[in-house]
């Protein structure tokens, strides 16, 4: 991981890019302190729907806002 990116730097992604990314790493974070950090091969559809789930939160959002 750069410095840049751990600094805070949003690496030249867009503010949306940013907040998705944000959102995809809070639920991993989450899922896996939910499972003891180890996430089995059987439940990586429920976290991969978990994750889903946060970033279509932040694109009815997103939609929502610019209405």
């Known amino acids: 991981m ?3 990116y751990v600094s805070g ?4 992604l867009s503010p949306l ?11 991993l974070h989450a899922q896996l ?3 003891a950090e180890r996430i089995e091969l059987s ?6 729907y978990q994750v889903t789930r946060q970033v279509d939160q932040i694109l009815t ?5 610019g209405a």
């Open 2 to 4: 750069s410095d840049a």
């Open 9 to 12: 730097d949003p690496d030249g």
């Open 17 to 27: 890019l940013v907040r998705i990314r944000d959102a995809v790493a809070r639920e």
């Open 33 to 35: 302190t939910l499972r």
């Open 43 to 48: 439940d990586v559809p429920e976290v991969a």
């Open 61 to 65: 959002a997103t939609r929502v806002a």
